[in-house]
Each structure stands twice: as structure tokens, then as C-alpha cells.
């Protein structure tokens, strides 16, 4: 790729990106965008819409950004979680990697690349026209004495990268457990989940439970809730609050057609009346479902099992119930909002099997996205796409059209096929087994993680037959070699790759364009301003292995191609402001896991860094520096010592809380007033929504009244 394509790449996003700030500074401040622009402010009443008309609304103004960047973490912590906190920590970890890394890549290596000729001399005064390799350590001559910066910035890097590393994994924990003993009582910390409960003929799910922790846990047991299959019950919930919103929509428009005629030659009814009885037998199924003959066939030989202290539900869950492991089986429960309860509407058999489905949708899915990368590299090398489509080649020779094509679309491309990734690798956790959603949706950032860097990074690096990716991985002695061949190779396309997937997604994440294009279509249909909506939560799945991909790709690069490192940290600076103002107005937390989300992104780093090392071995050694390439060799081995005693050292307090703190926390309790009630509501805490009653009307007393009577 030439300069001249990177600088247009770079000119369009940065026009897209400007474009972006500038109607979002426009569109947020009119009162019909709220809900797509302030839901987090709207729903907590710190924000109300204003009819008046004002010349300021369409003047494009700055005062968010100001907004955003005084947001401190303590505020961050209190309003969003230590979730948040940790999202925001993996950007400003990137941002003092890439800092630090920067000074050494842009002021050292960058000028020792310059000064090779292995491929040309570079040309300052039609410097457009240069090659982007020429910026890279392909470009030193092998042999050459001032690869000894590049050997010397690898050790730097990966000391100061674990440095930080170390620093922030103990400053998480701690953070951890202060979020634990700051936090009020939450039922999760009384509660574990048994499954495989073993039951008798003549006894129910219920009794074989209390029968059970009332003899081998008398002093410590409290309640329990036994699950049930409500997948039918969720069904006709589904379709009552679709009626109700039909008639509350009738009734309050009066421009609404209130009759219709039934078929095709049938007579005209009410529709009020129409729907009216179609909610009426709805809540009569409810009702039958809801009976207890009915709800006791249901039963599911798991519940939620709650305790007076958390210690006590902590040595129950560590503990082995049983002499037989396959029955009281135990874990943690999560928060009982984060409950996944279809979970428990599907058998064993149904889940195995899910799970072997899951992995081989993975698999196909991987192979099917090599499509689209083996369609992204014929467009960066133009004489392949000559050959691909001989009737382009006088399109081709126009400057402007080829700098488009080799520069700008391969990354709009992978970008564009990569959007539907997140929601697929969501829907394929949530049929693995998981019963909470924040479980789903770790179990879908490792997987979103991990395919981006097959199919971006390796894919991209090894274009070619996937038996020849896969031969790559069987013969693990020649993957350095290989990686130094091929890896600074694809530089000028990851370089583009960062400016579009990451300058221009990153603005379109403050934009909302998506949001903004369905309440655009929604809003003829909505019968009033004042409808109820949902606030949003975040979508780690989607966002955190952007940031963490992107880490690798600077981590890998900074040494082999320098030129990477500004455009990381504009995007990292880009999304500093972006995702700290979409907390303030956006998104609201769903739920809380204390931080776990941490150890991925450690776990990232690590594979970043010890992928650039072994590249580092393959380049010295290309390059016929074989002493670097010995003296490398320690340093994956002292990384991954490293990651071990991490593991050792704080990985445990992210699985479960010691018994330092659950005794602590619990003696604390003991001079607390509001225990007493606490306890009262622990034991209907974990009921199934399917089985509450449902509020449809604002009056309080009609949490307790049928269906129909909202109507």
C-alpha cells in the first residue's frame, strides 16, 4: 500500500468522523432524539423534554466532551459499577502502553527503519508515493546493527507491559473487595443454586431441599425456591403485553380506527371489544398455567437455596454435598435480575447437545468468514484484482479510484462483516448452558475475542487455504519463521484497519446510528411521548474485544511497524471520551459481576505479548541476528511464569470472595437493623417474572390485580 492510500483512508474517516461529532452534538439536543441520546438521564428524571424552541439546539456545541472528561472514577463507580470502572481501566491501560511504546516506536525505531534500504530508499520528495514498507523493519538490511533497537524495545515494552499489568490485576482486586464491602446486602451473596436434587416418590422437589439443608445445615439455612419450567407462562406473558399495547394505543388515539371487519365477508367488530376478550382468555390460560397442579408438573430438580449468612451459603458451595457428585451439585447464583431463566426450561440432553452445536456453528462459522478475507486481500494488491476482473482495469488506473480501493474498502469490508459476529456469538452462548446473562455474555467476549484474532489477524497475516492456516499450527517449530515472514507483510493493511474499524466505529458508537434509524421508524406508530422504554446496557460482547484486538495488534506491530502507534492512540483517545459520555447518558448497568470481566483482558495481553516475541524470534533470525534471536527466546517463558503467578495470585478472589471477607462482612451485618427484612425478602427474591403479577397500570395496587383490569 502506498502513503497516498493510507492518507486517503485517513482523510474519509477523519471526514466521517468529524461529520459524526457534529450531528451528534446537533441531534442530542432535540427533545424527540432523547431516547436515543440521553435514555440513562431520561429514565432517572435528571433530564426533561423541553417543547420550547431554541436557536441553540441547532448550533453544534462541545460541552459534553467537557462533561465526559471530568467524570471521575469514584462517580463512575457509583453510578455505573465496578464493571464500568474496569472497561474504562482496560482503555487507560492501552492508552499508557501505547504511550510509552509510542515514544520508542515513533522517536527510535521509525527513524532506524528510515535510514534501511533492504527495499527502497525512501523518496521525501514525493513521499505520497512511498511504500508503507519502507516505514517498517523490513526495510533494515539483515545483519544489520541497528536491529538492536528493535531487540532492545522488545525487552522494554514487554517489562514495562507486565509492570502494568501487575499493577492493575492487584489494583482491580482490591477494588473488588472494597466493592464488596461497600455494596448493600444483594441476595446473590446469600444464595447458591443446587441442581441434581434427588427426589422420592412419595416427596416433592420442595421437600427433598428443606428436608436436606435443614439436617446437614440447620444453623445456616434459611429458604429456598424451586424452579420451574415457565417457558409456556413466558409465551402468554409475551402475548399479553402485545394485546395490552394494542388497546392502550387505540384508547388513547382517537384519529385510531376502532372498528374492522372479521374475514373477508364478515361483519364489523369493535376492536377495543375484540382485543379485550382475546386479553381475557389470555389471562385465563395464565391462571390455569399458574396453578399449583400445574406448576408442580413443571417442577425442575434445581432451586435457589438461600442462607442467613454468606459464609454459610460460601462453604455450601464449596463444599460436596453428596457422596454421589452427580447429585446436589452446587454453584453460585447470580443476581436475580441476571438470571437466565430459560436456562431451566431445557433438559440435560437438550443442553449437551447444545453445546457440541455451538461448537461446530463456531467452526463454520470461522471457515464461512474466510470468504470475505480471501475478497479483502485480492483488494489490496491491485494486479490481482486485474486478474480477478480484467474489465476494471481502466477504472483502475484512476490515482483517486485505486487509493479508495487498496486503501479504504478491504478494512470497510472486514468492518461491515464483523458487525454481525457479536450478536451471533451471543445467541450461541445463550444455548450453551449458562444461567445468568452476565455469564452469556463473557462466555460471547471470549468468543468474539478470539474469533477476531483467527479470522482478522491470522487469516489476514496467512492469506490463503484454511489447510494451509491449520498446517501452519501443525508444525509449531516453523510458526516463527512463518510469522516473520508474513506478519510485517500485512503492516500497511492493519494500519488501515485501525483508521476505519477504529476511528470510524468508535464516532458511530457516540452517533447511534442504528438507535437513531429504528426510533426514526418507530416514532409515526408510538402513540404517545411518555411510553416506557428501556434503558440500554452495554454490550461488553461487542466492545471490549474491539479494544482488546486492537491491543494486540499494537503490541505485535509497535516494533515491526511503528507507524501503527499514532492512529492506536487517537482511537484510544476517541474512545476515552466516547465511552466515558455514553455511561453518563446511555447505557445503565443490568447487571453487576464485581469486575470479572478483568481476567480476559489479561489473558489477552499476555497472548499479545508472547505472539510478538515469538514474531520478534522469526524476525532476528530472518534477518541473520541469531544472538537477539537466542537472547529473545527467555522472554516467553519469563511472560508466561509471569501470567502463572498472576494466576495464582489474584485469579481466586475474581472465582469467589475469601472467608476473610464473607466473616468480616457478615459480623458487620449483625449490628445492621435492616437485616431482619432483608431475610424476609431474600426468600421470594428469586422467583421466576413468569410467576409474579403483572403491573401494567401505574396504580400500585394493580401489581396484585388480573390482566384485564389495566384495560
Not at 500497511?492 to 457516540?510: D, H, K, P, Q, R
Not at 409515526?524 to 434503558?535: K, L, Q, R, Y
Not at 460482547?541 to 506491530?557: E, N, Q, V
Request: glycine share 4%; net charge positive; with cysteine.
Amino acid at each position: 500500500m502506498l502513503v497516498s492510500a493510507l492518507l486517503t483512508s485517513v482523510a474519509i474517516n477523519s471526514g466521517l468522523c468529524v461529520l459524526f461529532f457534529t450531528l451528534y452534538s446537533i441531534l442530542r439536543k432535540q427533545p424527540s432524539n432523547y431516547e436515543v441520546y440521553i435514555p440513562r438521564l431520561l429514565a432517572e428524571g435528571n433530564s426533561k423534554r423541553r417543547s420550547r424552541f431554541n436557536l441553540e439546539r441547532l448550533i453544534p456545541s462541545p460541552g459534553w466532551v467537557k462533561r465526559a472528561w471530568k467524570l471521575s472514577e469514584e462517580d463512575l463507580l457509583s453510578t455505573s459499577g465496578l464493571d464500568a470502572v474496569v472497561f474504562m481501566r482496560v482503555i487507560t491501560l492501552s492508552l499508557r502502553v501505547f504511550l510509552f511504546a509510542g515514544v520508542i516506536g515513533i522517536f527510535v525505531l521509525l527513524p532506524v527503519n528510515c535510514t534501511g534500504d533492504q527495499l527502497n530508499d525512501i523518496d521525501f520528495d514525493d513521499l505520497s508515493n512511498n511504500s508503507l514498507d519502507v516505514f517498517t523493519i523490513s526495510n533494515l538490511n539483515s545483519g544489520s546493527k541497528r536491529l538492536w533497537a528493535h531487540f532492545c524495545a522488545v525487552y522494554l515494552v514487554t517489562a514495562f507491559v507486565c509492570y502494568l499489568l501487575y499493577y492493575e490485576y492487584k489494583n482491580i482486586t482490591a477494588k473488588r473487595i472494597d466493592f464488596f464491602h461497600s455494596a448493600k446486602p444483594q441476595p446473590h451473596q446469600f444464595t447458591i443454586l443446587v441442581r441434581g436434587i434427588p427426589v422420592s416418590a412419595a416427596s416433592s422437589v420442595s421437600e427433598s431441599v428443606e428436608r436436606f439443608f435443614l439436617e446437614y445445615h440447620p444453623s445456616t439455612y434459611l429458604s429456598h425456591m424451586v424452579v420451574h419450567r415457565t417457558n409456556k407462562l413466558q409465551s402468554l406473558l409475551k402475548d399479553a403485553k402485545k394485546m395490552y399495547k394494542r388497546l392502550t394505543h387505540l384508547q388513547s388515539d382517537p384519529n385510531q380506527q376502532k372498528y374492522r371487519h372479521v374475514g373477508l365477508f364478515g361483519h364489523k367488530v369493535d376492536l377495543v371489544d375484540h382485543y379485550g376478550k382475546k386479553l381475557e382468555d389470555i389471562e385465563e390460560n395464565l391462571r390455569l398455567e399458574r396453578s399449583e397442579v400445574s406448576l408442580a408438573a413443571e417442577e425442575v430438580r434445581a432451586a435457589f437455596v438461600s442462607f442467613k449468612s454468606r459464609y454459610g451459603a460460601a462453604v455450601a458451595f464449596h463444599m460436596q454435598q453428596s457422596t454421589n457428585p452427580t447429585q446436589w451439585v452446587t454453584e453460585q447464583a447470580p443476581e436475580p435480575h441476571d438470571v437466565y431463566w430459560p436456562f431451566f426450561s431445557s433438559s440435560f440432553m437438550r443442553r449437551w447437545l447444545s453445546k457440541i452445536v455451538v461448537i461446530v456453528a463456531c467452526i463454520f462459522l470461522t471457515i464461512l468468514f474466510l470468504i470475505p478475507v480471501l475478497v479483502v486481500q485480492g483488494l489490496t494488491n491491485l494486479n490481482q484484482l486485474e486478474i480477478w476482473f480484467p474489465f476494471l482495469k481502466s477504472i483502475l488506473t484512476i490515482t483517486f479510484i485505486s487509493q479508495v480501493i487498496t486503501g479504504y474498502l478491504p478494512s470497510l469490508i472486514l468492518l461491515l462483516f464483523l458487525k454481525i459476529v457479536p450478536p451471533i456469538m451471543e445467541f450461541l452462548s445463550s444455548i450453551q448452558g449458562y444461567i445468568c446473562h452476565s455469564d452469556i455474555e463473557k462466555s460471547a467476549c471470549n468468543k468474539v475475542l478470539w474469533f477476531t484474532i483467527w479470522n482478522i489477524f491470522f487469516a489476514t497475516v496467512f492469506s490463503g487455504s484454511v489447510l494451509y492456516q491449520v498446517s501452519v499450527f501443525l508444525d509449531p517449530k516453523t510458526i516463527p519463521a512463518r510469522l516473520a515472514v508474513a506478519v510485517p507483510a500485512q503492516a500497511s493493511f492493519f494500519i488501515a484497519y485501525v483508521v476505519t474499524s477504529g476511528w470510524t466505529s468508535t464516532s458511530s458508537e457516540l452517533f447511534r446510528i442504528i438507535p437513531l434509524i429504528c426510533s426514526l421508524i418507530r416514532r409515526p406508530f408510538n402513540c404517545c411521548s411518555d411510553e416506557e422504554f428501556e434503558v440500554p446496557s452495554i454490550p461488553y460482547h461487542r466492545d471490549l474485544p474491539r479494544i482488546l484486538f486492537f491491543g494486540l495488534l499494537g503490541i505485535t506491530y509497535f516494533f515491526l511497524a511503528p507507524l501503527i502507534l499514532p492512529f492506536l492512540l487517537v482511537y484510544l483517545c476517541l474512545a476515552y471520551i466516547i465511552y466515558r459520555n455514553q455511561f453518563i447518558n446511555v447505557y445503565a448497568p443490568k447487571y453487576e459481576t464485581g469486575g470479572k470481566f478483568w481476567p480476559i483482558l489479561h489473558n489477552s495481553v499476555i497472548f499479545s505479548l508472547v505472539l510478538m516475541q515469538a514474531i520478534a524470534v522469526g524476525i532476528f533470525t530472518l534477518k541473520k541476528l541469531s544472538v537477539a534471536s537466542t537472547l529473545v527466546f527467555p522472554l516467553p517463558v519469563l511472560t508466561l511464569l509471569f501470567n502463572e503467578y498472576c494466576r495464582k495470585r489474584f485469579l481466586p478472589n475474581f472465582i469467589a470472595y475469601p472467608a476473610e471477607v464473607l466473616i468480616k462482612r457478615d459480623r458487620e451485618d449483625r449490628h445492621d437493623p435492616t437485616m431482619a427484612e432483608f431475610h424476609h425478602n431474600l426468600v421470594t427474591a428469586y422467583q421466576d417474572p413468569a410467576l409474579l403479577p403483572i403491573k401494567f397500570s401505574a396504580n400500585a395496587d394493580s401489581l396484585s390485580s388480573p390482566l384485564i383490569s389495566a384495560v
